[in-house]
């Protein structure tokens, strides 16, 4: 008999968790990097540093040290130097360091951050993205150093755009995104390109004469922020800032192909669709501009990565990528409950994936040389790993095991995938997830999990939370909504127009009719429904509809949405959002109304918990406020937990110990009302 293991997953056991991201390939194919995060548990921060793992297999290396922030590694052109981003000085910066070993040094010193970056061709120079501190911010950080921290605060915030807060970086600086060049060998830095708006996401082209990068640079950048250009400039900085023409619809992401005549992008044609409401697709379009065309027409689904968990939270999983002849791009697309690598073929177009395994593709790189593949790649079992395997397929092979120290003393939860059909409605896709010493005899509470967004998706990946709970013996059920992504256009979009709380409510009580039904070991009478953010709001919307469920946690919640739209930092968006850009809340009054659980919380019986953070910019404290104030005058059992100085990405990205409080507060109320 199998030795058992010690103990399921336990909320402390987030000091244990490592989560790497990013795939990068040396020049010669044999070293892959990728940067792993960890907490130091003694100040209770998170650091980020990078490893080196040798293909062919081995164990992995740590490459840089020190409680820092060393993130994207790039490659040189000639494999020698590994450059990457790091806060080490405070702010973000870049740095260099030999990939033969020795000390990392910072290649530039530049007043402001750098945020992104991309080898020339030949390695002499690099283009960065950079964004200049403010004169401002500059003198109260001296005031500070100076130990006058009351001095340090701004006199007054003096407020001119519509867009000047942002969830997760705080009140916006004056300056923009600008273009810089950076020799390789003296950190020497040359402005490129600077104007009012921001600038993104540089490539040089394969002759390194020139820079493709992307901007929006509309004069209504801020009521249509996702309407993004492609832009060419000389690397030389002579001659002017010219447009590719592409199409009305916003351009991300361009890639020049070997050749240099052709660009790679994502997008979509239509400018006045929303991003739920059409699938993000993959384009070609000559370099200097001209009618673009789909590759991913028939597919679908959105070519990029639209899944979520709670250790690597929403990951960008890189650029599309030429094969060196230019006949094929790959790029990851969210679908059925995974993110997959896919290949896409120029000529005549269509893609089909090469690596479909059930979790998510957090990052990728191809040796087309060799004809390998390899990704970083995260499944039920693991928050991410590094694999290998044939380009044409074959047998995966897995390169590391970042987190199983710890993770192989662990009894995870059981999961079972379910896929309800319907005849007049669409599929639903979900999960039941059991104790790790389930009985089939024994009845159990259960707990009825929704996801944020709404416009993303559950995935086949592994989930923290979810193991915790299973492991104070909760049967968790979580599913896919319409409204998510990765099922179609069509199912994505169902909740604009006709509103949240329409459709998305209707799939998830059928999906728990369905578990119910199914699963005779949930105990009907002790039910709990929770989740964050449009999970919140589902969680509002559900308690001021039905009684079926014996206690709730809202969790960064929306709840109001006449005085969302003007505090939250995204909120003035909404009439977008929901399928009319030119109609606020207050301009479709009977609509907004009934869209907003504060309407219907009146009818809440409910014993609830909120759960909110005081620099929540997405979904502001007054969200939470308001239903914690209107369950208490209503006499419902109600308690509020406030998280200070945390902001919307508390449950994933926020203070170790305020994470860990977080979850014990959320089981300890189940515990209350669900096993009594």
């Known amino acids: 008999m199998a030795k058992k293991k010690a103990h399921p997953i336990a909320a402390e056991d987030l000091y244990l968790l490592k989560q ?36 062919r297999g081995g164990e992995l290396r740590q490459f840089t040290q020190g409680k820092n922030g060393d993130a994207n590694p790039q490659f040189s052109p000639d494999g020698k130097l590994l450059a990457y981003t790091s806060s080490r000085n405070g702010k973000s910066q870049l740095y260099l360091i030999r990939t033969d070993g020795g000390e990392s040094w910072p290649l530039t010193a530049m007043e402001g951050s750098v945020a992104d970056f991309t080898w020339a061709p030949d390695g002499k120079s690099l283009c960065v993205v950079f964004r200049p501190q403010d004169e401002e911010a500059k ?94 400039i000389r690397a030389d900085g002579k001659g002017k800032v010219r447009k590719i023409e592409t199409f009305a619809g916003p351009s991300f992401a361009p890639v020049v192909s070997p050749d240099g005549k052709w660009l790679a992008f994502t997008g ?93 593709v957090l990052g990728y790189d191809i040796d087309f040389e060799r004809r390998k593949l390899y990704a970083l790649f995260s499944d039920q079992q693991t928050p991410g790993d590094l694999y290998s395997r044939e380009l044409d397929g074959g047998q995966l092979k897995r390169l590391t095991r970042v987190n199983g120290a710890w993770l192989n003393r662990r009894d995870l939860g059981h999961i079972e995938e379910v896929w309800i059909n319907s005849r007049n409605k669409p599929q639903l896709q979900g999960w039941v997830m059991t104790p790790p010493d389930f009985n089939p005899r024994k009845k159990y509470p259960g707990i009825l ?67 119910l039904k199914a699963h005779k070991f949930i105990d009907p009478q002790r039910l709990g429904v929770t989740g964050g953010s449009y999970g919140g709001y589902m969680t509002n919307w559900i308690i001021g509809h039905t009684q079926r469920f014996k206690a709730a ?45 504060m309407t219907h919380l009146p009818n809440a019986k409910t014993p609830t918990l909120v759960i909110h953070s005081e620099g929540d910019l997405r979904a502001p404290i007054e969200q939470g406020e308001q239903v914690y104030v209107q369950l208490k005058l209503q006499g419902v059992e109600t308690e509020m937990v406030r998280f200070p100085q945390e902001t919307h990405e508390l449950s994933r990205g926020g203070r170790m110990d305020r994470r860990i409080e977080r979850l014990k507060r959320i089981s300890g109320w189940f515990d209350k009302y669900l096993k009594k």
């Open 553 to 597: 946690v809202t969790q960064r919640s929306v709840s109001n949405f006449f005085s969302f739209m003007g505090t939250s930092d995204g909120g003035y968006m909404f009439g977008q959002v929901f399928g009319d850009r030119d109609k606020t809340p207050w301009q479709d009054r009977e609509r907004f109304l009934e869209m907003s659980p």
């Open 268 to 360: 979509w044609e239509d400018p006045k669709k929303f991003w739920p409401e059409i699938n993000i697709q993959l384009f070609v379009v000559p370099i200097d501009g001209g009618k673009p065309r789909c590759l991913s027409t028939d597919l679908d689904r959105p070519v990029t990565n639209l899944s979520l968990n709670d250790t690597w939270g929403m990951a960008w999983s890189g650029y599309p990528r030429w094969s060196p002849d230019g006949r094929e791009i790959y790029t990851v697309v969210t679908t059925d409950g995974n993110t997959e690598l896919y290949r896409f073929d120029v000529e005549p177009g269509g893609g089909a994936p090469v690596f479909a395994e059930p979790g998510v």
């Open 449 to 515: 999990y929704i996801h944020g967004g709404p416009h993303v998706a559950y995935a086949r990946a592994i989930f923290h939370e979810f193991n915790y709970l299973a492991g104070l013996d909760y049967v968790v059920f979580f599913c896919n909504p319409r409204g998510s992504h990765g099922y179609g256009a069509a199912f994505t979009s169902a909740i604009m127009k006709q509103g949240w709380g329409t459709v998305d409510y209707e799939d998830v009580m059928r999906f728990t009719d369905h578990v």
């Open 20 to 55: 790497p991201m990013f795939c990068r390939l040396s020049p010669d194919g044999k070293t892959l990097a990728m940067a792993i995060s960890s907490i130091d548990k003694a100040e209770n921060k998170k650091r980020m540093n990078l490893f080196l793992q040798p293909v």
């Open 139 to 232: 003198k109260r950080e001296q005031l500070a150093k100076q130990g006058k921290p009351e001095l340090a605060e701004p006199m007054v915030r003096h407020i001119t755009r519509l867009h000047y807060r942002l969830e997760g970086a705080g009140y916006l600086p004056d300056s923009r995104f600008e273009l810089h060049i950076v020799n390789a060998k003296t950190g020497k830095a040359r402005l490129l390109f600077r104007d009012e708006y921001d600038n993104f996401t540089p490539q040089f082209t394969p002759d390194g004469k020139g820079i493709i990068f992307a901007s929006n640079k509309n004069p209504d950048y801020e009521l249509e922020p996702m309407l993004y250009d492609l832009y060419k």
